[in-house]
Every structure is written in structure tokens, then in C-alpha cells.
């Protein structure tokens, strides 16, 4: 129920730790110096396993068994990629842990280094995240400064250091394969797998890629114990997460609950402080724009992930995005099509004219053109997207619209008769 | 800008990738902040510093938002039009935006002036402070209504262009 702020240490101290000497104040790097020449690196994974914590970044797959999937015999040297390439509609979290609290970052990525076996760690940002990326630049060089990273880590042999590599715009980068491409200064376009980044990633390495959010956690599971992290929140996936929350709630921002413990009634009355008065929840996109959009019936879903996924939809990044009645769900739809077909790729063709294809029937629509065979004509596209494109951009733009089309079909019905005119959107001036 | 220029740029950090290609980002985002955006003559020096062929290069330029191969003007203003601003009057802020500076409702575009750019973002990252707006790369805020964004517009119409144009 309530906040937790214990994971994530700016929330904690509930300031900015954006110098080394804060950040060691608030207990940083006590996790690395406990570590580096104590702890064996699979000893150290196996906390990781045991923590149960999982992919923050979306897909939510079980971190220490990522890192247990590297070959513990390769030649090749081993890398740890840090995917902050933060793009996902409704998503804010990792902006805040790398302006905040950089350094805990380091440490996570340094942690995870040392399990693997990794010689480097770089952090893919995204290019318009230019201020994150710059306080990045500033606590690797106090890091280095320190000792906290460099040659023979605090003595312990272990040599490790960071790369901050800036993107130039493009949400498919945050599909790891995609941003392994980009890494390696070509076109961010994804890669056919197998084989899987843990055995063939950047320039053919092993690397483990992870989530800011998910790399940052890790300091605390390893000062307080993974039993601590595992003992909080549901048993099958534990620990907090931070939630972003954002669209026609009166205070937006993100909020560290611990899974499972928190619904989403809770989440958007209680801690966003609800919506304008005399409104309802219309719809709510939970886990990022990419799943399927649920309605006001279940507000009272636990949030975690298994609870999510059993209403249909799923945990995503945890962003957040909540639509009362004043909005419009096609016209949200639109909106959304048009995000997805700006950032396709291009490389599988199903997606590159599918995605337009979505945009163009919703907005003719939206306009008042459309046609009751329209909605036969999304779901036999939908089939011929789904599931045949090399990453799951495709599918993430389909799950939003479908849902909606099936949640909300009168509205689309009406809509497609007689057009959306723009509502009036919710501005700053009207918040209480 | 010169290969030299480039060079000297890269230099510094060729040591911490196993393959020289992962310069070429970098590369093409310093060859930038020079005019704000790419010319052929800029690409070519990329290629020559980081020892690719330019086709190469113009093909990683090309696919990138952020990376423009066309001129822009000497600030560009991305207004974040994705759902959560939508919900927060991102459309609003965009139309005053355009109508201000004159210029495409649909696609955005320079103003006459060569000032200002308006252009759409996908979704910026700053949701909690819808109607967000970036300048160029370096500063995102929220929440614009339209007048303040008009006033924002103004503001950097008369402010000096800065020295680096870091998009």
C-alpha cells in the first residue's frame, strides 16, 4: 500500500545524489567494496538468482538467469550493455534514476560487470535524454576519479570501466538487438535471433543487456541480502518497481511501490492524487503504450506481474497512462498508430505497411470515414503482422488498438458514423 | 567541419571500442553541432575520419531523427505530441507553434526567418510534465500551455545561437 522508496536511494534520502560524496553518504558503493575480492562472481549471480528480481526494462525476464545464460568459458572478452534508451510512451523512470542518482547506476552496472566476468560497461542513452547523459559523463569521471572504476578495482584486480554512448532518436534502439546495432555505429535494425546477445552480442561477445532500472536495484540486494529483495512482494516476482505515471491524473510522476502490494486504484486515487473532479477512468495503458489498454472494471488489479497478465494485460516498463472521459479512445488509438508507424524500422515489411496501414483506417476514422468493414480489415491485418516480424515493435502496436477495438467497440462504432472532434485536453491552468 | 576537427574529437575515446565503426555515431553527432545539421561535405569527413565509405555513412545519417541531413534552423523546438502530452494539450501547443511561426500544421517546418524549427517528437520522456518541449537536445520543460510556448519561441528567437548545436 504504501510507498516503499527503499530500492531505489535518491527516494530513499529524498534528494538528488549527483555527487559521489552524497551518494557514498546514502550508502553507495558499500555493495562494490563487499564484493570485489569477497564475493566469487558466480556466487554473486546466484544472488541475483535468487533475488528473483526481473527485467525492469518490459519483457521482464529473470535477471540472474540472463546473466547465468553467458558462456562461463569464452574467449571473447564479456560486456554488460545498459539499456537506457528509455523510450516507451508513458515512460519517465530510468530519466529519474540517471538525473538523480547516477551513481547507483555505475555501481549496478559495475556489479553486474563483476558477475560476468566483463571487461566493459557501456550505457546506451538515448539522444534526447542529452541532460541525463551528461550527468552521466560527469559521475563515470568522479567514479574513475575514485577508484570505482578503472584499473584493479579498489585493489581487488578486477579491471572495469564505463562507456556513455549517446543515440540519435530512435525507439527501436530500445530492442536489444536493435540497440546492439547501433552500439556498433550502424542503423539500429534488429537482428534475427538466435543467436542471443548472451552468446553473440556486441561486435560477438557475450553481453548482458539489462534495464537502468533493473542494473540500479542491484547495490541494495547485495548490501541487504537478495532474502530481503525476495521477501518483498509476491514470490513468483518480487521486489518494487517504479511506476510512471502520466496523462489526466492531477500529479503526475513516479512512484516506487512494492509489487503486488499496491492496486491500480490506489496507485492513480491515492498516489497521483486521482483525476479533475467530476471525472472517470475511461482507460489505462499500464505497463507502457505497448499492451493491451484495460478499463475502469479493473482498477482494483493488484499491480504485479502475474496479476496483470491475468486481466490480459501486462506490466511493461510501468509506464503509467491513465485517460479519463473526456478523452477519446479512437482517437487515442490514432495516436498511437502514429507513434508505431514513425518508429518502425523498416526492415521486416510486414510492420513497415502494416503500421501504416493502422494509422490510415484509424484516422480516416477519426475523420468520420469509416467504414464497418474497417474493423474486419484491422483484424485480418493484425494476423498478418502479428507474430512475423523479426522484433516485437509490431506486435506492441497492435495490442493497444485491438484491446480497444474490443473494449470499446461502441465508441469506435460511433466514431466511425460521425467522426471525433478534438476534446478538450486537460491543462495545467485546470489542475487544482 | 574537417576530418582534423573529427579526429582530434574521437581520439580521446577510440580506446574503448573493440571495433572503430561504433565512432561513427559519435562522429556524425560532433559533425553536427557545428551547423545543426549534416551536409554532404560533413558526411564525407566523417567517413574520412573514421575511414568508411560515405554511402555508409549517409546511410546510418539518414535513419536516425535526430540526425539531419537536410538544414534545419538555428534552434529546433520539438513538441512532444504522443499520448500522455496529447492528453495534456500538446495539439494546442503544436498548432500555436505553427501558426506562429508560420508554418506547416501537418509536418512543421523552418520559420521564414530561418530561426526556428518546429517539429514533432515522439514521446520525450517527459510525460509527468506534459505538454513537454525540447530545444534541440539539451532542455526539455513542462507543462507548456500555448502561450508560454509562444513565449518560449520568442525567447530563443532573440537569444544567441549556441557555439555548439548539440541535437
Known amino acids: 500500500m504504501p510507498i516503499l522508496n527503499s530500492v531505489y536511494r535518491h527516494r530513499e534520502a529524498g534528494r538528488p545524489l549527483t555527487e559521489l560524496a552524497a551518494y557514498r553518504e546514502a550508502g553507495g558503493y558499500k555493495a562494490l567494496e563487499s564484493v570485489l575480492g569477497e564475493t566469487d562472481a558466480d556466487d554473486l549471480q546466484y544472488a541475483f538468482v535468487r533475488s528473483g528480481l526481473r527485467g525492469r526494462g518490459g519483457a521482464g525476464f529473470p535477471m540472474g538467469r540472463k546473466a547465468s545464460f553467458l558462456p562461463k568459458d569464452s574467449r571473447l572478452p564479456k560486456y554488460v550493455v545498459c539499456n537506457a534508451d528509455e523510450s516507451e510512451p508513458g515512460t519517465f523512470k530510468d530519466r529519474e534514476i540517471m538525473e538523480m542518482n547516477p551513481f547507483q547506476l555505475l555501481e549496478g552496472l559495475t556489479l553486474a560487470g563483476y558477475a560476468i566476468g566483463a571487461v566493459r560497461g557501456y550505457i546506451y542513452i538515448r539522444g534526447e535524454y542529452e541532460h541525463q547523459a551528461r ?75 539489462n534495464n537502468v532500472e533493473t542494473l540500479t536495484a542491484l547495490p541494495p540486494i547485495v548490501t541487504r541480502g537478495a532474502d530481503w529483495y525476495a521477501a518483498l512482494g509476491p514470490e513468483k516476482s518480487p521486489g518494487t518497481k517504479l511506476f510512471s505515471i502520466s496523462g489526466h491524473v492531477v500529479r503526475p510522476g513516479n512512484y516506487e511501490i512494492v509489487l503486488g502490494d499496491t492496486t491500480l486504484r490506489e496507485l492513480i486515487f491515492e498516489h497521483a492524487g486521482g483525476l479533475r473532479e467530476g471525472r472517470r477512468v475511461k482507460a489505462v495503458w499500464v505497463g507502457g503504450s505497448s499492451v493491451p489498454v484495460i478499463g475502469e472494471e479493473h482498477l482494483d488489479t ?94 506492441g502496436a497492435i495490442a493497444p488498438i485491438r484491446s480497444a477495438i474490443k473494449l470499446f467497440r461502441d465508441d469506435f462504432i460511433r466514431v466511425c458514423q460521425e467522426g471525433s472532434p478534438r476534446p478538450e485536453p486537460m491543462l495545467p491552468a485546470s489542475v487544482g | 567541419m574537417d576530418a582534423d ?87 494546442e501547443v503544436w498548432d500555436a507553434l505553427c501558426e506562429h511561426e508560420g508554418v506547416d500544421h501537418h509536418h512543421g517546418g523552418t520559420s521564414a526567418d530561418g530561426r526556428i524549427t518546429i517539429q514533432e517528437a515522439q514521446c520525450l520522456g517527459y510525460c509527468d510534465k506534459g505538454a513537454c518541449i525540447q530545444v534541440d537536445a539539451e532542455e526539455t520543460k513542462g507543462p507548456y500551455t500555448p502561450e508560454e510556448a509562444v513565449k518560449l519561441v520568442e525567447e530563443l528567437r532573440e537569444a544567441p545561437t549556441p557555439a555548439e548545436l548539440w541535437r
Open chain 1, 135 to 209: 550527468v552521466l559523463d560527469a559521475a563515470v569521471r568522479a567514479a574513475r576519479e575514485a577508484g570505482f572504476l578503472g584499473k584493479d578495482l579498489l585493489r581487488s584486480g578486477f579491471d572495469y570501466d564505463i562507456t556513455v554512448y549517446r543515440g540519435a532518436g530512435a525507439y527501436i534502439c530500445g530492442e536489444e538487438t536493435a540497440l546492439l546495432e547501433s552500439l556498433e555505429g550502424k542503423r539500429g535494425q534488429p537482428r534475427l535471433k538466435p543467436p542471443f546477445p548472451a552468446v553473440a552480442g556486441l561486435y560477438g561477445s557475450p553481453t548482458l543487456i
Open chain 1, 302 to 395: 493488484p499491480l504485479d506481474y502475474e496479476s496483470l497478465q491475468g486481466i490480459g494485460t501486462a506490466l511493461g516498463s510501468g509506464g503509467c497512462i491513465v485517460m479519463d472521459d473526456s478523452g477519446c479512445i479512437v482517437r487515442a488509438c490514432l495516436r498511437l498508430a502514429s507513434f508505431y508507424r514513425h518508429e518502425s524500422c523498416g526492415k521486416c515489411s510486414p510492420c513497415r505497411e502494416g503500421t501504416s496501414w493502422f494509422e490510415r483506417i484509424l484516422q480516416r476514422m477519426v475523420d468520420g470515414d469509416g467504414r464497418m468493414e474497417d474493423f474486419e480489415l484491422l483484424e485480418s491485418l493484425f494476423r498478418r503482422v502479428s507474430g512475423k516480424t523479426l522484433c516485437p515493435l509490431a506486435d
Open chain 2, 5 to 91: 576537427r573529427i579526429r582530434a574529437h574521437l581520439d580521446p575515446i577510440r580506446h574503448e571500442f573493440a571495433d572503430p565503426r561504433s565512432l561513427v555515431m559519435p562522429a556524425l553527432k560532433f559533425a553536427q553541432t557545428e551547423k545543426g545539421h549534416l551536409t554532404r561535405e560533413d558526411m564525407a569527413a566523417v567517413a574520412e575520419a573514421t575511414g568508411y565509405s560515405p554511402s555508409f555513412i549517409e546511410s546510418v545519417a539518414s535513419f536516425y531523427d535526430r540526425l539531419y541531413t537536410r538544414p534545419v534552423g538555428n534552434r529546433v523546438v520539438s513538441v512532444c505530441v504522443t499520448l500522455s502530452c496529447m492528453l495534456r494539450g500538446a495539439d
